[in-house]
């Protein structure tokens, strides 16, 4: 699967995405704080939505829900996963 | 202390410099750690700061099975031990033995929320590198089954190396089999090579223990993901959030009046009572008055405190304070803080004390101390009788400002000033504080819901309430009773008071006279070149100061000090007070623009003891409090001189 990277903040809310990295312009603590949160290259996110004022941003990835704001969304670089932008949230089908 | 529990016994060279051993809980911040730790300790906790920082602190003892005794450390949630705040910087001098007044931990334990192990794992590395004896705790085990995830703990715990224990923190049972494992700490296994701590290889020894244990991840909640459909929807989710803070505001504010109320009701009687048996003089009065009157300023706000953190644990447990967060963070963005700090500015429109003490729920220090140092600004419910007496003063009832009730509308903007302030205040502390400190980014996680644990928060409750009545009782006792002697002495004779023609059996008449000469009218007399140019004359610099107590008392004094008819309603008695002396004597002094001075002087000035003592806890010293204290008066006199100038200039 050959996908296009782009950064994290610029997915749309429902999208999902494989991380291929973070992005040079990270300051050193805020990216090993990425790592720390679990946000390392193979590692599926999937927007789950936006703030009502556009900032933050809830993601899923490595099994939590987490909050983002974009001035860290945008470190974050990903590949889109087609599959997985077409399939609904696993989750919300299981009664 | 058994022989295996001896720390001079202890495996991997961990030795424990207090007398009791101490086990140390470490965690992801939502990891369950609390209340782990409050099923171990119950109620035998301390609360505090740690030494000369503002990052709260936990502590509390656990008797073990064997009979021994250990000392347990909750320590701040982290996601790593490459501090990047002054909280997470704590945690790893705190388990490297080398943070000054607190002992070594002999051994940690670190928790667990099965249903997000990956993200715990890469902490547990850390830890382990520590090469101190450890132990892996999980919580929410019981939700990563019912979500049909899975997990075999003993192949678990031979792939990380060391004992794996589940617990639940919700049950009263829940801590057991931690307590069984915690006398032999210092047997405990130990991985035979620590996992490497660097990103990529942490991230494959991460993989391969999750796959020896036949880790499946739980699905997603598909009950959060619905509730969360429509509570963090951008229309319903923010109405539904206005109602809650709505709800959340009325019960501080409203429920706990009557309670409040109650109390005061109780001392005036208990004061009665006790001048009634003893007569009324001067020492009387001062236990009557000033002792009484001190603990009654106590109780009252113990009812407003306790109320706050049932809610705040309520919501906090249930899993709404980070939808809450999540949908104020932009809003709180603008004054430099992060979406947490809503509530502590919620809390002090009650009050800034409750306010102060709600930051405690905020992981970062930095944010905290620029929130606890701003929220005083917030219009707190003991401004409500000043601005209604001075608005009352300063406009008549009938007038229309675009169709709007004045006065409301000058209520209004005295509650928005208020709020403004705050924030910029917040503003200014924390680019100060980033001077010293790496920006933090802003990472939240967003638990699924679930059922607020009953014990958890009454330990939640009963901790700052005890907190504030066995640290702040003191000082806001002490600071009423020197007041009530600043405006009580010295005692007048019957015969100095008759030979001033005042009748000794006029209470009133007497009180106006004590307070005319005592101390504080000494005070205020001398303050006078400082209020001159606000318009302020003597009796009101006499109020500003008796305000300190709590700000209500301004309304009481300055109907005293006029010898109002009725003192709780002084405005007519007010309007007609003349300046008794000085270049403007004979003049009145309640003129619009000394009114006006007055309303925004209270807006900035942290008039208030308690919320001085408060912050004294809370920072852990007089450095912060003195210089708020400090800067917030200049700051109160220049803004006021302003109003004074430009009202004066109109009217």
């Known amino acids: ?95 | 202390m058994s022989a295996h529990c001896d720390p001079g016994g202890a495996q991997a060279g961990s030795t424990a410099t207090a007398e009791r051993p101490m086990v140390a809980l470490v965690g992801a911040p939502n990891a369950g750690k609390s209340t782990i730790f409050n099923a171990l300790t119950g109620l035998r906790v301390k609360t505090g700061n740690y030494p000369g920082v503002t990052v709260g602190r936990s502590q509390g003892s656990c008797t073990l099975p064997d009979g021994t005794a250990v000392d347990v450390e909750d320590l701040p949630g982290t996601y790593s031990l490459e501090p990047i705040s002054i909280d997470e910087r704590i945690v790893v001098d705190l388990l490297h033995g080398r943070l000054d007044g607190v002992g070594e931990p002999g051994a940690v334990v670190v928790v667990a929320d099965a249903t997000t192990l990956r993200t715990s794992l890469r902490l547990l590395a850390g830890v382990l590198a520590l090469g101190r004896p450890t132990a892996l705790v999980l919580s929410m085990h019981d939700e990563l089954v019912a979500r049909g995830g899975r997990l075999d703990l003993d192949r678990l715990a031979r792939a990380v190396g060391i004992p794996v224990v589940i617990a639940d923190g919700r049950k009263r049972s829940g801590a057991a089999e931690l307590r069984d494992l915690l006398p032999g700490w210092a047997t405990w296994t130990a991985p035979v090579v620590a996992p490497p701590t660097d990103p990529e290889g942490c991230t494959s020894w991460i993989g391969s223990v999750l796959t020896t244990a036949g880790y499946s991840s739980a699905q997603e909640s598909a009950l959060t993901a619905r509730i969360d459909r429509v509570l963090l929807h951008p229309v319903a989710g923010v109405a539904v959030f206005f109602a809650v803070m709505f709800g959340f505001f009325q019960t501080i504010f409203a429920l706990a009046a009557p309670a409040q109320d109650a109390i005061g009701t109780g001392i005036e009687r208990l004061a009665t009572a006790v001048t009634g048996t003893f007569g009324d003089s001067a020492p009387v009065r001062l236990v009557s008055d000033g002792l009484l009157g001190g603990v009654g300023g106590v109780l009252v706000f113990v009812p407003q405190i306790a109320l706050l953190f049932v809610l705040i644990a309520a919501l906090e447990q249930v899993g709404y304070l980070s939808r809450a967060a999540f949908l104020m963070d932009r809003v709180m963005a603008l004054a430099g803080l992060e979406g947490r700090a809503f509530v502590a500015l919620l809390s002090s429109f009650a009050c800034a004390i409750p306010g102060i003490m709600a930051t405690r729920t905020m992981p970062s220090a930095r944010e905290r101390l620029a929130t606890m140092l701003s929220v005083p600004l917030v219009t707190c419910s003991a401004r409500l009788p000043v601005y209604t007496l001075l608005i009352s003063m300063l406009i008549p009832a009938d007038a229309r400002w675009a169709g709007m009730s004045a006065r409301g509308a000058t209520m209004f903007g005295l509650y928005l000033l208020g709020a403004v302030s705050m924030m910029l205040a917040a503003r200014v502390a924390t680019l100060v504080g980033g001077a010293r400190h790496t920006l933090m980014p802003f990472t939240m996680e967003m638990p699924p819901y679930r059922l607020p644990a009953l014990r958890s928060v009454v330990v939640a409750v009963w901790l700052p309430v005890k907190g504030f009545l066995h640290k702040m009782g003191t000082v806001i006792v002490a600071s009423t009773i020197v007041l009530w002697a600043l405006l009580n002495l010295p005692v007048q004779s019957a015969a100095e008071l008759r030979s001033h023609g005042v009748d000794p059996g006029d209470g009133s008449a007497v009180a106006a006279y004590t307070m005319e000469h005592s101390v504080a009218a000494g005070i205020g007399r001398a303050a006078s070149p400082v209020f001159d140019p606000l318009g302020f004359d003597w009796r009101t610099n006499v109020a500003v100061i008796s305000s300190l107590a709590a700000r209500e008392t301004f309304v009481a004094t300055m109907g005293q000090i006029t010898a109002a008819s009725d003192p709780s309603d002084p405005s007519q008695a007010l309007e007609d007070t003349t300046f008794d002396r000085g270049p403007h004597a004979g003049e009145p002094v309640f003129t619009s623009a000394t009114l006006a001075a007055l309303l925004v002087f209270f807006v900035y000035a942290l008039q208030c003891m308690a919320t001085i003592a408060t912050l004294r806890r809370e920072t852990g010293g007089w450095r912060w409090p003195l210089t708020v204290f400090g800067a917030y008066f200049a700051l109160a006199w220049a803004m006021a001189f302003l109003a004074h100038t430009a009202v004066g200039a109109f009217a």
């Open chain 1, 1 to 95: 699967m050959s996908g296009t990277t782009r950064s994290l903040v610029e997915l749309p809310a429902g999208a999902s995405a494989t991380v291929v990295g973070l992005s040079d312009d990270a300051e050193p603590h805020v990216a090993r704080r990425l790592v720390d949160l679990g946000l390392v290259p193979g590692t599926e996110v999937t927007v789950v939505r936006r703030a009502p004022l556009r900032d933050p941003t809830l993601y899923r990835f490595a099994d939590t829900a987490m909050c983002l704001r974009a001035a860290q969304a945008r470190l974050v670089t990903v590949r889109l996963s087609v599959a997985a932008a077409v399939a609904p949230r696993a989750g919300v089908t299981v009664a």
